[in-house]
């Protein structure tokens, strides 16, 4: 079975700093995929990055970044420059390769607020 | 910007009447799933289908059942509304090949059950 953990019920962050949301999951499968989603109060989700567990690399989108430690089993996002419209829940996700389904599971979620 | 649609977006509905939410996508996507989402909380899997007439139940348990003729169209009917059906459902579609796709999301409906 497939796990994913987010600790931080709740952060605050000031507009144009960085801020990191912790994501660590749980597989005993050696080929997955980590996605970090964007919820806001509107209800939709928004796939902001992806990563592979066979990426050498970690991924990059614009002001998002993924801080991919496989031995620790870690997925944090790193968000630079936050905007006010960056408030928000994050939902960390996890992929695992081998069953048909290729369902997404979720992590609790961590509501981001970003402060003037 | 994703090309899938639930309706209705909002719905308040007495206990015991049916009703059926509406999902359809223009990707071609083979899969498709329902999440349930109580405010604020996790995604929780309820339905998938890895396509046409193939649906299983997802990991959390639900009254609710689905349906996929169409590739585009995947309805999720909940034959006597509960107040303890009060949730949002949140429809999504990926592609079959590639790990690396990410599901797309209809914006959702939220469902109020008096």
């Known amino acids: 079975a497939q796990k994913i953990t987010q600790t931080q019920p709740g952060m605050f962050v000031q507009e144009k700093e960085a801020v990191t949301l912790d994501c660590t999951y749980d597989?005993?499968?050696?080929?997955?995929?980590l996605f970090w989603y964007k919820q806001p109060s509107s209800g939709e989700m928004i796939f902001l990055i992806y990563q592979g567990s066979y990426d050498q690399q970690n991924a990059t989108e614009g002001r998002y970044s993924l801080n991919f430690q496989k031995a620790r089993k870690s997925a944090n996002l790193v968000i630079s420059a936050s905007q006010l419209g960056d408030s928000a829940m994050y939902f960390c996700a996890m992929r695992v390769m081998d069953t048909g389904r290729r369902a997404l599971t979720f992590g609790s979620g961590t509501r981001l607020q970003v402060q003037p | 910007e994703a090309d899938i649609y639930q309706t209705p977006r909002y719905l308040v509905i007495g206990t015991g009447k049916k009703i059926t939410l509406e999902c359809s996508q223009t990707?071609?996507?083979?899969?498709m799933y329902w999440y349930q989402q109580d405010p604020g909380m996790e995604l929780h899997l309820i339905h998938y289908s890895y396509g046409v007439n193939s649906t299983e139940k997802g990991d959390l348990s639900s009254e609710s059942t689905v349906s996929r003729i169409r590739t585009e169209h995947f309805p999720l009917t909940l034959e006597s509304a509960r107040p303890s059906h009060t949730s949002q459902y949140l429809c999504a579609s990926s592609r079959s090949l590639g790990g690396n796709t990410e599901a797309f999301f209809g914006q959702g409906t939220r469902l109020t059950v008096v």
């Open positions: 990707m071609g996507h083979d899969k």
């Open positions: 597989t005993s499968d050696p080929s997955y995929g």
